[in-house]
């Protein structure tokens, strides 16, 4: 196994370069360090010798890929991308276009993402594989039906709609938790009742729906007509049998997103001030800031990558019959 | 107001009964619950810490983060809030006087200008502006004030500075400025204006005025040159001492007073004495912010403000809060006796000779989304707030005279209203360069000036205000908006090319009119006679959101009045701005808010020699007409009186007449402030406001309390819908279960 993920390990290096160029070139297909200068120093009284001297401060003065008036190896490293995005690889993010440490802001704001992104992830999970359960031990009765009635319905409301409904009744309507804000230690968990309630249930329908239907499939196998000929109750059926043996696919679909949840979410964020990672990368391209882009972008590969790793991994720890060779 | 009892007790009970039916384990849970949801205070959804009730501390929402907070940089409008409030320039404006007045803040009065021509000789104030060759402004502050606590003052018993020298070791356990034991202060001097003077030509610093300044400012662009060919042979993060270089056009007289020699005459320069740009920075902070590991601590003067302000910068989390709190060396300003005459009546002259600032801490959250802020301005945990277009009918009423108001809803609440002219002007601009509405030869040129002038007729600003701006904008006349010099209310101030007088107000000519023009332009009914097509126009935008896919629709309609076909060019704004600086767009749409109360601050965005193409000015419609641009440079050097009026006047006329923009509209603010916010008198153009404002911490405190009393029915309801949902799917489960188990039947 440890030879598979050495290999795989390998393996994402080619990739986060690959990542890393696509994003430089769309990047800079959109802007040119011209335009960023520009939207850095503002519109009033802005002359080229301010622009020229923002670029040279920040090495955007040089060619993006290659310098021809450069020599020997200096004409890829003495570029844009090469000083700018390989350093990543050394995890040296640099500074934003405003002076601040980039892996200071992202140590610093990934706690308050964490604070909603995981209570919502696991309270999720069990609240999401427990509705589907029960709508499965109720299959073909008016639980089933209603129950996918409302998963559809769910899925079909724009998770935007919950956030404002959520704001307006529990904290407009009836005062229960403050509208929005972002409090130090115990005091963030008032602030974080909300979006973990709104997070919930934005997700609810379609996740429910989707593994009901894992479930349901599972139903049909042979080894749930053996265990029920046994004459063990459904609720064993359902809970010891046909739960542990749809984990893969839940694997699947589970485990890649976890790493991902240190990086948040962006509407809830937003609407919510929470000062998390998602909220730092809007507003980073808002502002056409293109060394957080590119940190936020590589991490997002990176922790896409461990993620894909750790699902592999997940799956021999829940099938004896999966090996990583 | 019913006792809290009465919605806990039924919670309780409800909770007590349907805790019987379940697990222990949930039986404790929903207990702990009770007891915390009851045990917790009368108000639930207060986000500030419970300590902060009553206090006097004002509460602002921000939503774009600051970029830079270090005066020789900051220029935007939400940075300039708090560096306004930290920072202390020579001169300020009156709070209360109309129009806007410069007033001493640091300065023992106001500075003494003197005139002198290529001799050194002295000239008489009145002297004409081809003799002067230089202007010195002399500035003298008052003796005694102080800086803010700051750990770069810090001395030892020996009077050492303490922190400048830290290693790596003493840098290492330091997050935040209060993580350094001691801090100190020190005298305001002169040299420390001076200091930040010769800050705007360093070169590792990106000062916006700069390139402005170097051509006024006496030796700025040499100092500039030296200074950049020291760094280059320095070390990246070295301390560049700017002590140790001249700058030829300021001189120190003393240790109270200074001279800033400035090219020509320049009398706009007593505005810039009013902006951060020119407010004081002592060495000692410039040293400490330059050690090495403070700013990977992102620990730097354009984080921490430091100045003799009333209010200085505790907390900078700009991504969620930034704290300002009372500077406690700041003494001696009072809160002015004199004002405007109405400003007896609205109460703003109560607190008349009251030291100021009469707010200790001002929190600013940072809200990004509208909804969540206006929520939280009437539940009254913000002192203050805008409208957006969402909110605007549950917060504004017009009458039946055309004046605003707020809702019953809101007046009941006891919120009231402000507004105030904006000196600012949104404008439609047509790119003089281009062919069909610049024109390129003589006759061209007049064809395409009654184009223009046909357009500044048939699009109705009227209209546009009303539909999408709520009424909160007044029609331009020309360029400069109320409030300024060279403004002219009622018929004085028509612009004859677009309005006539009638019915003692200015109506927007017929189409007919605007018509007759387009006939006249070679364009009868839309089409054009050279070619027989029709006229075709484009209008670039930046990109634009849905729901401004109406005024879009609205513009085209406009100009079907004409028969012209307009066509939508979006792009997105870097792509819109090389446009306009290459002078690619047809007809665009600009802005601009003042720099400061002069009219030579709009007349000069149509200056010639100020064009964007070729010349990278303001002047985005190139715009280049020989007799006003001789007239604005004999005006922009001139005091206001009755002669500059008259240039004034006849500038506006030639820009009248020949059209080169829409002039669109000067947008009115509206502001809503809660029955416990006073002292407020909107001002646009000084930022220093906060410390005239006063709160009414207890009458707020009460009507928080009023106003978000928990009500908890919901959460009873939730748990008995809850209830009655599982209720029938647990009997039905358990009977499953129970005639599995006795007929061992599989399914």
């Known amino acids: 196994m440890l030879n598979y993920i050495i290999r795989r390990i390998l393996y994402a290096i080619p990739i986060l370069i690959g990542v890393n160029l696509i994003t430089f070139a769309l990047f800079f297909v959109v802007n040119t360090p011209d335009d960023m200068a520009r939207m850095h120093l503002g519109t009033k009284h802005v002359t080229d010798e301010a622009i020229l001297k923002w670029k040279q401060d920040r090495g955007y003065d040089k060619p993006l890929l290659y310098n021809p008036v450069a020599q020997g190896r200096q004409k890829l490293t003495d570029t844009i991308f090469f000083e700018k995005s390989l350093a990543m690889f050394a995890f040296d993010f640099g500074r934003a276009d405003d002076g601040r440490d980039i892996a200071h802001e992202i140590k610093t704001r990934m706690w308050p993402s964490l604070a909603i992104a ?3 992830f696991f309270l999720g999970l069990l609240a999401y594989i427990t509705f589907a359960l029960v709508m499965v031990f109720f299959r073909a009765t008016y639980v089933d039906f209603w129950g996918v009635v409302i998963c559809v319905a769910m899925m079909s409301i724009s998770s935007l709609f919950y956030i404002i409904g959520g704001q307006f009744l529990i904290s407009k309507l009836w005062h229960l938790v403050p509208v929005s804000g972002y409090g130090g230690g115990l005091d963030a968990g008032r602030f974080l009742v909300l979006p973990i309630i709104v997070g919930v249930i934005s997700s609810a329908g379609a996740n429910t729906r989707w593994y009901r239907t894992i479930f349901l499939e599972e139903m049909n196998k042979e080894y749930v007509r053996t265990a029920r000929s046994k004459g063990l109750p459904e609720s064993l059926v359902l809970f010891r049998h046909v739960l542990k043996n749809a984990m893969i696919p839940i694997l699947t679909g589970v485990v890649v997103v976890i790493p991902l949840l240190f990086l948040g979410g962006l509407i809830i964020e937003s609407f919510f001030g929470i000062p998390g990672l998602g909220s730092y990368t809007i507003d980073a391209i808002h502002s056409q800031d293109f060394a957080v882009v590119r940190a936020m972008v590589f991490l997002g590969s990176l922790l896409y990558i461990i993620g894909l790793v750790m699902t592999d991994i997940s799956y021999t720890l829940v099938d004896p019959r999966v090996r990583l060779e | 107001m019913q006792p809290d009892y009465v919605y806990r007790f039924p919670i309780l009970l409800l909770f007590s009964c349907f805790s019987m039916g379940v697990g222990k384990g949930w039986r404790y849970g929903l207990f702990f619950l009770v007891i915390l949801l009851t045990a917790c205070t009368d108000v639930w959804n207060n986000p500030y810490p419970e300590a902060d009730s009553g206090k006097n501390i004002l509460y ?87 800086y803010q606590p700051h750990p770069a003052f810090a001395k030892d018993v020996q009077a050492n500075l303490l922190y400048h020298a830290l290693t790596v070791q003493d840098t290492q356990s330091v997050y935040k400025l209060s993580d350094f034991e001691h801090s100190g202060t020190r005298e305001l001097v002169a040299a420390d204006y001076i200091y930040q003077i010769k800050r705007l030509a360093h070169p590792r610093l990106h000062s916006p005025i700069y390139g402005l300044m170097a051509d006024y400012l006496v030796g700025l662009r040499e100092l500039a040159d030296t200074l950049r060919k020291v760094d280059r042979q320095m070390p990246a993060d070295d301390f560049l001492d700017l002590r140790e ?18 090219k020509g005459k320049y009398p706009q320069f007593m505005y810039w004495l009013a902006m951060p740009f020119f407010a004081p920075v002592p060495w000692e902070v410039d040293r400490f912010f330059s050690q090495s590991g403070l700013a990977e601590r992102n620990l730097t003067l354009d984080w921490y403000p430091v100045g003799t302000g009333p209010y200085m910068l505790t907390q900078n989390d700009p991504n969620r809060i930034m704290v300002l709190e009372r500077n406690p060396n700041f003494a001696g300003e009072f809160y002015p006796y004199e004002g405007m005459p109405e400003d007896e009546e609205r109460g703003l002259l109560r607190d008349a000779g009251r030291p100021l600032p009469l707010i200790d801490k001002v929190v600013f959250s940072r809200e990004r989304e509208s909804i969540p802020r206006w929520n ?86 009227e209209e546009y205000i009303s539909i999408f701006a709520n009424g909160r904008g007044i029609p331009a006349q020309g360029p400069i908006p109320p409030g300024i010099e060279g403004y002219r209310e009622g018929l004085a101030g028509l612009n004859p090319t677009v309005y006539e007088w009638r019915e003692d107000r200015p109506q927007r000519k017929s189409i007919e009119l605007a018509r007759a023009l387009l006939a006249e332009a070679g364009y009868p009914r839309g089409v054009d006679r050279k070619t027989g097509k029709p006229l075709v126009l484009y209008f670039d935008v930046t990109a634009r959101s849905a729901d401004d896919k109406s005024i879009l629709d609205w513009m085209r309609k406009q100009f079907r009045k004409l028969n012209i076909q307009l066509v939508v060019r979006s792009t997105d704004y870097n792509r819109f701005q090389d446009k306009i600086r290459k002078g690619n767009a047809q007809i665009f749409e600009w802005g601009w808010n003042a720099d400061y109360p002069d009219p030579e601050n709009f007349l000069f965005l149509l200056y010639g020699p100020q064009r964007k193409v ?84 207890v009458l707020r405190e009460q009507k928080r309390r009023e106003w978000n009393e928990p009500v908890l029915w919901p959460i009873g309801t939730a748990f008995a819908v809850l209830g009655i949902f599982l209720a029938p799917a647990w009997f039905a489960y358990r009977r499953r279960e129970l005639s599995q188990s006795l007929s061992g039947r599989a399914t």
Do not use: C
Request: proline letters at 6%.
């Open chain 1, 118 to 120: 995981l209570p919502v």
């Open chain 2, 60 to 146: 602002n929402a921000f939503v774009e983060r600051p970029k830079h907070l270090d005066p020789v940089q900051s220029y935007s409008s939400n940075e300039i809030t708090f560096t306004a409030q930290i920072y202390q320039p020579p001169l300020q404006y009156h709070y209360l006087k109309r129009p806007f007045t410069l007033i001493p803040q640091t300065a023992l009065s106001m500075p003494v200008v003197r005139y002198y021509n290529a001799n050194d000789e002295q000239l008489p104030a009145n002297a004409a502006s081809a003799e002067i060759h230089y202007s010195v402004y002399e500035i003298s502050i008052k003796p005694g004030i102080l």
């Open chain 2, 245 to 262: 270089f001249s700058l030829s056009g300021v001189e120190l007289v003393d240790d109270y007073t200074y001279r800033i020699r400035i």
């Open chain 2, 376 to 461: 939280k301005f009437l539940q009254g945990y913000y002192d203050a707030s805008g409208i957006g277009s969402d909110s605007f009918d549950q917060a504004v009423q017009i009458t039946g005279q055309g004046e605003a108001i707020v809702t019953d809803d809101m007046a009941a609440q006891g919120i009231r209203l402000e507004t105030a002219v904006a000196p600012s002007t949104y404008y439609m601009g047509f790119n003089m360069l281009d062919p069909i509405v610049g024109g390129r030869t003589q006759q061209e040129r007049a064809s395409a000036r009654k184009l223009r002038q046909a357009i500044s007729i048939a699009v109705d600003y």
């Open chain 2, 614 to 697: 070729g010349n990278n000015g303001e002047n985005a419609a190139n715009y280049d007409n020989a007799e006003y641009n001789q007239l604005f440079e004999q005006m922009k050097n001139m005091e206001p009186g009755p002669q500059r009026a008259r240039i004034i006047d006849r500038m506006v006329a030639i820009l009248r007449e020949d059209a080169p923009w829409l002039w669109g509209f000067h947008p009115l603010d509206f502001a809503l402030y809660h029955a416990w916010y006073e002292n407020v008198k909107p001002n646009r153009l000084g930022y220093n406001n906060i410390k005239y404002w006063r709160i009414d911490p």
